[in-house]
């Protein structure tokens, strides 16, 4: 016998319901292709950010993406509707998940009473289900999946967390340290495109389905791991993440080998798409996260890391897609060839990590069949020595469309003689509640401020939506004498390290618990070190702050700075920086 465990029940009500949500998403989809460049800019912000969406005017969308209301307009009425309106409101109330609709449920509750409200509605919710269960069905469901032969886990929406403890999870790791910087940001097509295209066997659509039916998701990720023994030295990864259940193992490895080793790049006008769509994601996310992207594109003038996640996600990535669709006739044979090239040069033997999270029987599972896998890989050259990044520095102004700033500045302390410590955890708790807070957010009317201080050195600071430019960047300039005058008493101290200790301390789900151990691994930290900076962080005093002025001092000391703001903006501090761009 078969029993499926459904996680959440389903009614034929939702069915339908969802049917009519999929309804602006497929028109969207069908009619993509076709858009202009402000609609593909809609349809793109739509698809990735309904739950805001539907809360938007249809002027305050324009402005959030960047086109005019009357683009807006005409972007519904090239979809076919003439309440556009319903059809987001449709789509959000099926889409939402649980924590999305807490907040829409409890968003007008008093903060005094959303306690009492969550926890009473909870109570009689139990109280309803102890009222109306069947128990003599509940014993008989229990005793059916004990003694059923397959047990198949489904979970829905919030469930799906709960699900995934059943399954496990297979990263294939493939090492790209020494692909060309010229050759990076072809990466960051390859990884839209594999999984997204035509396959030996499948169309992307059945493909797509196949991936649904079989595995919890098959995606792709480019990332790089700073050795924290030896400046500059890192691990870069092409990395191929999976969730497969025990039962389904054969057919998961079957369609990742479809997919690395079958993919056919030779559909020009789904390639064209691809492109285009990518451009559009870029768009959105140079001006939506700023903020990250200049904090970003600032370190790649120095750090060698930064450097490699800009050619693949940031700017530079931006320009090379924008120039391949731009110039897509003449370029896609080129394009085609290149990313086949990198398939056959990547994805080999001789490059691979596997990282698995799994237990015992999975891990006995995957080395009965992995072999067989391995069997569809050439074995290749192994990786040659790490490329050698040819980092410079810019100081930009980008010039954007919207009227507010995004300020970052950076630098790194590794090369000024500092050493990483449990106390920059603490300090970048303290700028974001006290000093950047208070001056970039409450006075100067930023939407919000950030710092971050990584353990291979790099340190920056960046404002997200900021009506300023040279202020914000003056107070950054005024951080090192606010650590030489800090002073925190016993009850502000303890504060700043509960809010470090719960950053460091947050629940992980298998998959995460898997990267983290990977990521050590790669990273080449110990968990000795780690308790050292746990140490580091529990034991601190106000003394230990003060003690990082010189540090942040050496780091704006490089003067690292890049702005993605208002043309008007940028274009009137012009002497801030050694060049000012469009950043389309």
Known sequence: SKVLFVAQLLWDKEENMMSNTNDLLNRINNCYSSMSKGQKMLATYITDNYDKAVFLTAAKMGETVGVSESTVVRFATYLGYKEFQRALEELVRNKLNSVQRMEVTYGRISQSKILETVLSADADKIKTTLEKIDHSAFEVAVSTILEAKNIYIVGIRSCAPLASFLGFYLNLMFDISDITEEELPYLGVLKAVLGYMDTEHYNYADLANEINLMTGGISSQINIYADTKKKDSFHA????????????????????????????????????????????????????????????????????????????????????????????????????????????????????????????????????????????????????????????????????????????????????????????????????????????????????????????????????????????????????????????????????????????????????????????????????????????????????????????????????????????????????????????
């Open 237 to 584: 990864k092409y990395e191929v993440r999976s969730k497969i259940l025990y039962q389904n193992l054969e057919e998961g490895l079957r369609l990742l080998s479809e997919i690395l080793m079958g993919t056919q790049i030779t559909d020009e006008k789904r390639l064209y798409e691809i492109l285009a769509r990518i451009k559009s994601r870029l768009q959105m996310s140079l001006s939506s996260a700023g903020h990250s992207v200049s904090a970003m594109r600032a370190m790649s003038y120095f750090s060698p890391v930064a450097r490699f996640n800009d050619l693949v996600g940031g700017i530079a990535l931006y320009r090379t897609i924008a120039e391949l669709e731009e110039h897509f006739e003449e370029k896609k044979q080129f394009l085609m060839d290149k990313l086949r090239s990198l398939t056959e040069k990547i994805f080999v033997k001789n490059r691979l990590l596997i990282s698995l999270t799994a237990d015992v029987e999975g891990y006995q599972l995957l080395e009965e069949k992995f072999p067989q896998f391995l069997t569809v890989l050439p074995d290749g050259e192994k990786e040659g020595e790490a490329v050698t990044f040819h980092c410079e520095k810019k100081n930009e102004g980008f010039l954007d469309a919207s009227k507010v700033q995004y300020v970052s500045r950076a630098g790194n302390y590794l090369s000024k003689g500092y050493s990483y410590t449990g106390a920059l955890r603490i300090l970048k708790v303290i700028l974001s509640y006290d000093y950047l807070w208070i001056n970039v957010r409450v006075k100067g009317g930023a939407y919000g401020c950030m710092s971050g201080f990584m353990r291979n050195g790099d340190a920056y600071f960046t404002s997200y939506r900021d009506p300023n430019l040279k202020s914000t960047n003056e107070i950054y300039e005024g951080i090192p004498a606010y650590l030489r005058a800090f002073d925190a008493d016993e009850r502000d101290m303890t504060k700043y390290i509960i809010g470090t200790v719960s950053d460091m301390d947050t629940p992980l789900n298998p998959a995460a618990k898997g990267m983290r151990s990977v990521s050590a691994y790669l990273i080449n930290i110990s968990y000795e070190e780690l308790q050292r900076e746990r140490n580091e962080v529990l034991d601190a005093q106000p003394e230990n702050i003060k003690n990082l002025a010189g540090l942040i001092e050496a780091v704006l000391a490089q003067d690292a700075l890049c702005v993605i703001g208002a043309e008007e903006n940028v274009k009137a501090e012009k002497d801030m920086f050694l060049e000012v761009k469009n950043l389309y």
